[in-house]
């Protein structure tokens, strides 16, 4: 979260949109967690049962979307691509 903040707060002319997502989605682990570590630790504070398994659930999803657009929007490349690895 601090190194895309950094990026947003270096920013002169606006930020991608997939750094603005990444805030996003550790902002949402943040609320999500506020709610998913009490309700392990005591039950009364759970709503249902299937809310906290939903709730890990969108984070996934979430976080498995950003994890795949980071790499393609920096272009990162394959370890097996021997054009862009230098030396070889």
């Known amino acids: 979260m601090a190194l ?25 682990s943040f609320l999500s967690l ?8 005591k039950e009364s504070f759970s ?3 299937l809310l906290m398994v939903l709730v890990d659930a969108i984070n996934m999803i979430l976080w498995l979307c950003g994890a795949i657009a ?10 097996n691509n021997h054009v862009r690895l230098p030396g070889r």
Not at 70 to 79: G, T
């Open 70 to 79: 980071l790499p393609a929007f920096l272009h990162v490349h394959s370890c």
């Open 47 to 49: 709503f249902h049962p």
């Open 34 to 41: 506020f709610y998913l570590i009490p309700a392990t630790i």
């Open 4 to 28: 895309a903040g950094n990026m947003i707060s270096d920013a002169y002319s606006g930020n991608p949109s997939i750094i603005n997502y990444m805030i996003f989605l550790t902002s949402f």
